[in-house]
């Protein structure tokens, strides 16, 4: 392990733990305090947006009434983004004069941007207008977000209530998470984001002269546009030199902050945070990361706020911090060790004081292993799948971490409240089996856990990896499937199970030798995607409602605590055994059989 990893990580944690607090108490007040002093600013505007909607803020609901007022706002959300992707050629704010996206990409993507996946199958700098850029992706970046955070609040509203029918609602909730959480942070990140070099504008793509002519060969085409052949029916290619390269513009650093901040992920280039127009320097680097982070790790905070004992959240907090700081070392000792393709070959891939070594391939020289590898790991302990360096580009064992992390369920951080709500699932469980250990009905924050809590604990637990599997097995046992690999053997494995692990847990990152972007993909991606997010919430809303109508039982001499470091290692034990295990048949056909090919090569 590098200095300058164990500098960085620990530079990373130190000012996230910093923050995080704070940021916890006033989420709190924000969404649960409709007199916050600090919130004065945006009341009139919140009290004009009930009145438009026809919504009552002080009539609260049940977990049906607030699943269906979630799933209807997704499925409008849904139809709104398709409809300016399908239109975009006639709407204004196209400078480029893009036309309308194919109906299968417009379809994956309004569903990935709805569900806080952002999977993206198309490069947004030739395909995406400004206008659907703002209107359709920004926005849902903010919403999507806020659903996640609604459905926490509910979840922890649950176990701090008693004997109660309602878990709140949910159109005060996203109003209150979006207005007065996201919009503020993520203006301030866009500031800081602009201050390090991030574009922001509404210019037209902009034709620059190059330092020095490029010179390759492409296909010769007719009139027509048709390719040229020779006598034996090949593709005639013909030089080309060009000293002019065209520079796409656009307003970047406003989707960038959110796109961060809400866990979101999708780059406004093909290239994501590895552009420099997304992701210019070290300190941007850094902010991103934060800002992945901040609320995830905020939210541990408030609920243990919410619940009456600040313990709590800090359990759940340090169960997450354990496992990433593990899971990054992992990453980082990967991808320091020599590519072992090149061994036996003149390259020195070893570290030193003048170069990084190890393996470089896919990564930003800007931003080295270091900083590759931990942005890595990050990206993918939240469900934000925003990246600074190709992942299908990593060792076998450095791919393998983000895609397990992924398979866990998304909860080491995870994303914006669908992280929490994950992990407190896995607090569910956790009691649950050690309830069973010592003889004793098992209890969490003084609520009895019953058989309906654990049926909805399983359906959360096994929905994902049913998506995945079933889906990966599907891509790989079809032709349509097969086709997008452009890697055969075990690597091509893991490009499949990795796609389908980042649609069904809502990370939106891939090994992007995989060609997505066909009719086949889009549509077993958008399934995957909707489900992992809807078949999660909806069992996560009916257990806050069972837990919600419970009276809490005082704490007494026989009570399981589920604070300190013991539950800290029951429940990361937990998310582990019962996260990992699922997937180690798959694992092994992949990400472990490409190491060990390796290893024979060494």
């Known amino acids: 392990m590098t200095t300058q990893f164990m ?163 949910f159109w005060v909730d996203m109003t209150r998470t979006t207005l007065y959480v996201l919009m503020p942070i993520a203006t301030v990140i866009a500031l800081a984001l602009v201050s390090q070099g991030v574009i922001q504008n509404f210019d037209a793509y902009k034709p620059v002269s190059m330092v020095s002519a490029v010179e390759y060969t492409m296909p010769k085409t007719d009139a027509a546009g048709q390719p040229v052949l020779d006598a034996e029916g ?114 020195d891939s070893l570290a030193s004081t003048w170069q990084d070594g190890g393996n470089m391939e896919g990564k930003e020289t800007r931003f080295g292993l270091a900083a590759s590898a931990l942005f890595a790991t990050v990206t993918t302990a939240a469900s934000c799948g925003a990246v600074n360096a190709m992942h299908d580009s990593f060792t076998a ?47 969490y924050l003084g609520k009895k856990i019953e058989a309906y809590e654990m049926k909805m604990a399983a359906v959360v637990i096994l929905v994902t990896p049913l998506l995945v599997l079933l889906g990966t097995a599907a891509a790989v046992s079809m032709e349509a499937g097969r086709a997008g690999v452009l890697n055969p053997g075990t690597h091509g ?12 847990n809502n990370n939106g990152s891939a090994f992007a030798g995989l060609s997505a972007n066909t009719p086949f993909y889009n549509t077993l991606l958008a399934a995957a995607m909707w489900f992992g997010r809807f078949w999660v919430i909806i069992p996560v809303l009916a257990m806050a409602g069972a837990l919600a109508a419970k009276k809490r039982v005082p704490a007494s001499g026989g009570t399981m605590p589920t604070h300190g470091p013991l539950f800290v290692v029951l429940l990361v034990g937990t998310v582990l055994l019962v996260g990992a295990l699922t997937y180690v048949p798959a694992l092994a056909l992949g990400p472990v059989a490409e190491q060990l090919q390796g290893a024979a090569v060494r």
């Not at 700081?325 to 393709?341: D, I, K, R, W, Y």
């Not at 994303?415 to 209890?443: C, D, K, N, Q």
Request: neutral net charge.
């Open 7 to 169: 500098g960085l990580l620990a530079l990373f944690l130190a000012i996230l733990l910093a923050m995080a607090p704070l940021l916890g108490r006033y989420l709190r007040r924000a969404v649960e305090d409709g007199q916050y002093a600090l919130t004065a600013w945006g009341r009139p505007v919140e009290r004009l947006l009930y009145r438009v909607a026809g919504v009552r803020p002080d009539a609260e609901m049940g977990w049906k009434r607030y699943a269906v007022a979630v799933l209807a706002f997704n499925v409008l959300g849904v139809v709104v983004v398709y409809g300016l992707q399908r239109l975009q050629g006639v709407l204004p704010l196209n400078p480029q004069g893009f036309g309308p996206v194919s109906p299968d990409s417009a379809f994956n993507t309004a569903i990935s941007f709805v569900a806080n996946t952002n999977w993206q199958g198309y490069a947004g700098e030739s395909t995406m207008a400004y206008l659907t850029q703002m209107l359709g992706l920004t926005v849902q970046n903010f919403v999507s977000a806020a659903t996640g955070i609604a459905v926490v609040f509910a979840l922890i509203r649950g176990f701090a209530r008693q004997s109660a029918a309602t878990i709140g609602n």
């Open 234 to 347: 090949r593709p005639v290619a013909e030089p080309v030199r060009t000293d002019r390269q065209t520079l796409a513009m656009g307003p970047v650093a406003s989707q960038e902050a959110i796109k961060m901040l809400g866990t979101n992920g999708g780059g406004f280039f093909n290239a994501n945070s590895a552009h420099p127009f997304e992701n210019p320097t070290a300190l941007a680097n850094l902010i991103e990361m934060l800002a992945i982070f901040l609320i995830p790790a905020a939210l541990c905070f408030t609920f243990g706020e919410m619940v009456g004992d600040r313990r709590q959240g800090i359990t759940v907090l340090a169960s997450m911090t354990a496992i990433f700081v593990a899971m990054a070392c992992v990453a980082a000792l990967a991808e320091q060790q020599p590519n072992p393709a090149l061994a036996g070959l003149p390259v």
């Open 493 to 504: 494995f893991s490009e499949i199970l990795y796609a389908l692990s980042s649609a069904a």
């Open 397 to 443: 064992i450095g791919g393998l971490v983000p895609m397990l992390l992924m398979q866990l369920g998304e909860v080491v951080f995870g994303g914006v409240g669908s992280g929490l709500y994950g992990m407190l699932v896995y607090a569910v469980l956790a009691v649950f089996i050690a309830g069973l250990m010592i003889g004793r009905t098992p209890e």
